[in-house]
């Protein structure tokens, strides 16, 4: 799982999926074997000492509460956050439940990545289009031919006498 990235990892306990709603979203995401869930967390403390999950506001650490359901397509939010005081928490991470399967939503950092890399990919392919039909006579200067060269054209081009100051520069 070390060379998994977030957009490849996910999780699924298929005994828990039949009856999986948002009243019991929290509990199926709290599992120990699901690798997104800190050991260490608030949630954790509060089940070991039997605490009513409303007592988490009252505690400073790592906690996961439910932050959005979305009945009709079965998608749930689940927020990692730091708590620093029952008014004050910093969104660590969001996971969602789609069917069942937990996955970890990508950061701004990864979205715009991606969204870059396929942005430049065409900008690429563009410039490289219009290189080929870039070209430079003495006579004319530089000008634009939209007609695509065949090879020949292209070596009779490479091979062209020049004149005697082209051969001097």
């Known amino acids: 799982m070390a060379n998994e990235t977030i957009s490849t990892k996910c999780w699924k306990e298929a005994s828990w999926i039949p009856g999986l709603n948002s009243q019991n979203v929290l509990e199926y995401f709290c599992q120990k074997s699901n690798p997104f869930y800190s050991k260490t967390c608030n949630n954790e403390i ?97 000008y634009w031919s939209f007609d695509p060269l065949t090879p020949s054209e292209e070596e009779k081009l490479r091979n062209e006498p020049c004149s005697q100051f082209q051969k001097r520069g």
């Open 46 to 142: 509060a089940k070991m000492q039997r605490l009513s999950p409303a007592q988490l506001i009252h505690m400073k650490g790592v906690e996961y509460i439910l932050l959005h359901v979305d009945e009709p397509s079965n998608l749930m939010i689940i927020r990692k956050q730091q708590r620093h005081s029952p008014s004050h928490v910093v969104p660590l991470a969001n996971y969602y439940v789609l069917h069942g399967t937990i996955y970890q939503a990508p950061d701004l950092y990864h979205v715009l990545n991606s969204r870059l890399a396929g942005t430049l990919f065409h900008i690429q392919e563009a410039l490289d289009k219009t290189l080929k039909m870039s070209r430079y006579d003495p006579c004319k200067g530089h």
